[in-house]
């Protein structure tokens, strides 16, 4: 027991990389040296892939992780639900709740709406840097603002975006409790891009992605789809149909900029030269 929760500080480290500017090369190799048995292809070097693949064939380090990540970071005092755009019919009644990848479209869609004649109603927000959303579960109820918006039915779509670990335990839990009280409530949960294109190179920085090749992006996509993205799918098909109907949706965020990445490669993309350009980090 002692040395699987030292493995879980090891991968959890690896997760909050962008907060502490650690070097998840460093975490990977020192798991590996716990985990012999973690190195599925023998190659004597521990993959982010296959430390996800590890945790998920051993649900004890699972569990113990979710709970290593959950309570210690609380959002600040929920803002006050703003009403429909005056002059507008009010549309969906809206929750973000999210990490740093997806917290900013709470900014972008009040102008979408309103420029689409839909009357944007905010039902709050919640945000904890690369946390997964089994992070915002554990936060406490009285500062739990997603919980509370849901308990109290005033959320119609909902908003999560997981990170890393698959399956998360916390868009199973915000989805369960919101149809108690909603049974229309819809959930969008983003399918991020691989932060630092997958890459465990302390070295890799922002500009390093102009160096992809369509290749290289292929074979980033492919693993990308046939590892996380696919994990994610089985939990959203397993979640709706203990739910009775497609409720969840999973939003491609990732093939989304995959996608505008080729563009930029292709020189099909107006007024951006660079793959480096559509970054602000090696995030």
Not at 146 to 151: I, N, P
Request: hydrophobic content about 40%.
């Amino acid at each position: 027991m002692k040395t699987a929760i030292v493995f879980l500080v090891l991968l959890f480290s690896t997760h909050l990389v962008s907060a502490q500017k650690a070097d998840p090369a460093k975490w990977l190799d020192r798991a590996l040296k716990l985990f012999p048995d973690s190195d599925a292809d023998k190659d004597g070097k521990l993959s982010l892939a296959e430390a996800l693949k590890y945790v998920e064939a051993h649900p004890e380090l699972e569990e113990l992780l979710a709970k290593k990540g959950g309570g210690a970071r609380v959002p600040n005092a929920a803002p006050p639900i703003t009403p429909a755009t005056p002059g507008l019919p009010p549309g969906p009644r809206i929750f973000v709740c999210a990490h740093s990848f997806m917290i900013y479209t709470a900014k972008f869609l009040p102008p979408l709406a309103t420029a689409a004649g839909i009357g944007y109603q905010d039902a709050g927000q919640q945000m904890l840097g690369g946390s997964q959303v089994i992070q915002h579960w554990n936060v406490p109820d009285e500062k739990n603002r997603a919980k509370a918006a849901l308990r109290e039915g005033k959320v119609d779509v909902l908003t999560l975006s997981p990170h890393m670990l698959l399956p998360d335990a916390g868009i199973d839990n915000f989805t369960k409790l919101g149809l108690e009280k909603n049974p229309n409530l819809r959930v969008l949960v983003q399918a991020s891009w691989p932060g630092r294109d997958g890459s465990s190179d302390p070295s890799f920085t922002n500009q390093s992605r102009n160096e992809a090749t369509a290749e290289s992006l292929k074979q980033m996509h492919d693993l990308y789809h046939s590892t996380w993205v696919k994990a994610l799918e089985d939990q959203v098909t397993k979640l709706n149909a203990s739910s009775g109907h497609d409720c969840v949706r999973i939003v491609p965020v990732g093939d989304a900029v995959m996608a505008l990445r080729q563009h930029v490669l292709n020189g099909t993309a107006p007024g951006i030269k660079k793959q480096a350009d559509l970054f602000r980090d090696s995030l």
